[in-house]
């Protein structure tokens, strides 16, 4: 019997086989990984998507608010702003360790794929972790805009600017909902 092309392999039983034949499987060495993956996953559905809705669907926020609306809103529930946002926002680290696990548990099946994949799914968490300083801003924002006497609100020198930066403020939270609230 010829074996050109292919060298051969003794497994734990005995049998030979090509490696050919051999399905490369997940690197056991990285079991701790998968692991602390499966772990984070679990902590990222429930600490990042079901309680965050729990607590959104369940408060008295108004989604046609515009950017004055906002402000008061939050300056009047600035613990139920905090709380959703870093839940929303902050488990965001737990899903880079899924993708990291996942990258290397699928590796062996197309190493660029997997790595196509983790890249821009890690990316994807980065850059959704970088928004909280900015939603997390508009709580000091509030508490100014709030602080400033109803008279000035309506003052003519200030209208211009409120009829630009309130509109903006709307569209930067309403904007952002389908991307935090997609898993709702």
Same mark, same amino acid.
């Given at each position: 019997m010829s074996t050109k092309g292919q060298s051969r392999q003794r497994t734990p039983s005995g049998i030979q086989r090509s490696e050919e034949?051999? /399905?490369?499987?997940?690197?056991? !060495?990285?079991?701790? @990984? #998968?692991?602390?993956g499966g772990v984070a996953v679990f902590l990222y559905i429930v600490f990042g998507i079901i309680v965050p809705a729990v607590i959104f669907l369940s408060s008295n926020y108004d989604t046609g608010m515009d950017g004055?609306?906002?402000?008061?809103?939050? $300056?009047?529930?600035?613990?139920?702003?905090t709380i959703v946002q870093t839940l929303t926002l902050g488990p965001s680290i737990l899903a880079i360790v899924v993708f990291t696990a996942l990258f290397m548990a699928l590796k062996h099946l197309n190493? =660029? #794929? $997997?790595?196509?994949?983790? /890249? /821009?799914a890690i990316t994807c968490q980065v850059l959704f972790i970088a928004y909280y300083p900015v939603?997390?801003?508009? /709580? #000091? @924002? !509030?508490?100014? #805009? +709030?602080?400033?006497?109803? =008279?000035?609100?309506?003052a003519p020198s200030l209208q211009p600017q409120l009829k630009v930066f309130l509109p903006r403020i709307t569209h930067l939270i309403?904007? +952002?909902?389908?991307?935090?609230l997609s898993a709702f």
């Open positions: 034949n051999l /399905v490369a499987g997940p690197d056991p !060495s990285w079991r701790g @990984l #998968y692991r602390a004055d609306g906002i402000l008061r809103f939050i $300056a009047s529930n600035r613990l139920w702003w190493k =660029s #794929y $997997a790595a196509i994949g983790a /890249v /821009v939603v997390m801003g508009l /709580v #000091y @924002l !509030s508490d100014q #805009y +709030t602080a400033l006497p109803p =008279s000035i609100h309506n309403h904007s +952002t909902k389908p991307c935090l």
